[in-house]
């Protein structure tokens, strides 16, 4: 399976307006993880960027996994753009 890289941007005052949609956010990410779907995701330490690394067979499986996200539905999330990713080391 391909390996995909997620960068994308968090609106203004994100800590605060995530907070009714974090549980579910995060749920989802714990599931995706399970599957062997999501390496990893996180935001940046200013809070206005989101990166993440998916494992999937498909770039519309991780814009699909992105775009059922929470954050994402409720405009936390504000755009993204996923690349596919060759892991060198």
């Known amino acids: 399976m391909a390996k995909y890289i997620m960068w994308g941007s968090y609106c203004e005052n994100a800590i605060e307006k995530r907070s009714p949609f974090r549980e579910e956010h995060l749920a989802g990410l714990a599931a995706q993880k399970e599957k062997g779907l ?52």
């Open 38 to 89: 999501l390496i990893t995701i996180g935001p940046t330490k200013d809070n206005t960027r989101v990166f993440g690394i998916y494992e999937a067979e498909a770039k519309a499986l991780v814009s699909q996994l992105v775009e059922s996200d929470p954050y994402w539905q409720n405009g936390i999330w504000t755009e993204y753009e996923i690349k596919e990713w060759i892991q060198a080391f």
